[in-house]
């Protein structure tokens, strides 16, 4: 009885820590604890954790880039900078954040003219400078998935 009342705290502690998580990051670490292994019995509480986080989130509380399932690419160029500089790493990700709030940065008047007609979001950019030797970054909706470049490189 002592085992299954820690069980449902430890569950609970967890459910409410990750309360912010969407309903299909639920339903992948579901999906992925769910497998019949040797591990099985280890994971059967973060499945049920899962479960239960998939039950209290409804698809309608995904943005259409999770529920497209969009991710960033990021350039070679970008990659390495990325992982060479930790001030770097942090203004990608605020670039990126705000290109998924629809805040395109620094762009001329005529390209956010362009941005706000696209209706499916395919085709819009965003730019932010850097501290990285006065440069910026530009962010691309290429449908499947946001390409990330220096302003330098050249549009793949």
């Known amino acids: 009885m002592k085992s299954l009342i820690i069980r449902y705290l430890g569950m609970t502690s967890m459910l409410a820590l990750c309360a912010g998580c969407s309903h299909e990051s639920w339903t992948n670490v579901e999906e992925t ?14 499945n049920w954790i899962a479960k239960a986080g998939r039950a209290v989130t409804s698809k309608s ?9 969009k991710q960033f690419v990021l350039s070679r160029r970008v990659m390495d900078s990325f992982s060479s500089d930790g001030k770097f790493m942090d203004e990608v990700l605020a670039g990126q954040n705000r290109f998924r709030s629809y805040d395109w ?9 362009a941005n706000t007609k696209l209706k499916s979001g395919k085709g819009t950019l965003g730019r932010y400078p850097t501290g990285n030797n006065g440069s910026a970054i530009i962010i691309t909706d290429e449908g499947s998935e946001f390409k990330v470049r220096y302003e330098d490189e050249p549009a793949q």
């Not at 509380?61 to 399932?69: C, K, L, P, Q, Y």
């Not at 940065?105 to 003219?113: K, N, R, S, W």
């Open 61 to 69: 509380s995904e943005s259409s880039d999770t529920a497209r399932g």
């Open 105 to 113: 940065g620094d762009i001329t008047a005529e390209q956010f003219q």
């Open 33 to 46: 604890t769910r497998l019949p292994t040797v591990a099985a019995p280890i994971l059967a509480p973060v």
